[in-house]
């Protein structure tokens, strides 16, 4: 049983339409992530728990959506980003297609927190469509576990627990001999409860937020399976649910 769709014929997809409403699309951003890490971490990861989760579930999954909002990760050569207006229509163009055959339910995995406020604005906007969109992102999916395995400076931008992720899935892609661990800069303005329009340029040198030279392969498939598992339950969830209880409610 086929569940990538580009792999599909129109008459298997066709199949798989015709008997389900819900489909699963990975999003992210190509970025940079330290002197180690692929340009590509943030979507190659979303690809590979949103493949690994339709694989499991049998519901459909879409080609990763690659570019997103990173324009504050512009200064660091090969980042390549789009608008958030411009990543939101381009996701919502994609789920109305879906639409068109039939899709109400859809599951859109997020690996780059910088597409959250575009996403969440899209599935407020398409559930008045009649469309009903989730967004599941890894890090808050392992959200209890991620502290019991890797320290507040392991967890920044590019650290140890993205590289970790990095080298369960694509080792042939990190080079661990060029990680660092960098201290994150405090801006001169910076005080509690403020949100200042910064880049990453002006936090870090090398692109990684806190240490990544922990990294491991081990904890990096420890994480994976977690997250997978969190995910199957919520597709699973959300497939066998009826469509009255996703939409908006009426007046009271
Ligand atoms: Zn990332």
Redesign the pocket.
Same mark, same amino acid.
């Given at each position: 049983m086929k569940f990538l769709l580009h792999e599909m014929s129109w008459p298997e997809a066709k199949e798989y339409f015709s008997k389900n409403e819900i489909a699963i699309i990975p999003v992210g951003s190509n970025e940079q =992530?330290g002197p180690h890490n692929p340009l590509g971490?943030?979507h190659l990861i979303a690809k590979a728990i949103a493949e690994e989760t339709a694989k499991r579930t049998g519901v459909v999954c879409l080609q990763v959506i690659p570019f997103g909002v990173s324009h504050h990760h512009r200064q660091f050569w090969g980042t390549i980003y789009v608008s958030p207006k411009t990543f939101k229509n381009y996701v919502k163009e994609v789920c109305l297609a879906l639409n068109n055959y039939g899709v109400r339910k859809i599951v859109i995995i997020n690996g =780059?927190g910088g597409n959250l406020n575009a996403l969440a604005e899209l599935a407020r906007e398409l559930r008045e469509n009649g469309i009903f969109v989730s967004i599941f992102q890894w890090w808050p999916a392992a959200g209890k576990l991620l502290p019991t395995i890797f320290t507040s400076e392991e967890r920044g =931008?590019?650290g140890s627990e993205?590289t970790s992720m990095n080298l369960a899935l694509y080792p042939h892609l990190v080079c661990m001999d060029k990680a660092v661990d960098e201290k994150v800069r405090r801006h001169v303005t910076e005080t509690e409860g403020t949100t200042l329009p910064l880049d990453t340029a002006d936090y870090t040198g090398s692109g990684v937020f806190g240490k990544s030279t922990t990294a491991s392969a081990e904890k990096g498939r420890i994480i994976f399976e977690a997250v997978v598992n969190e995910l199957v339950k919520h597709v699973v969830l959300l497939k066998n649910a009826r469509i009255e209880d996703l939409m908006a409610k009426s007046k009271v």
């Open positions: =992530h971490t943030d =780059h =931008h590019a993205e």
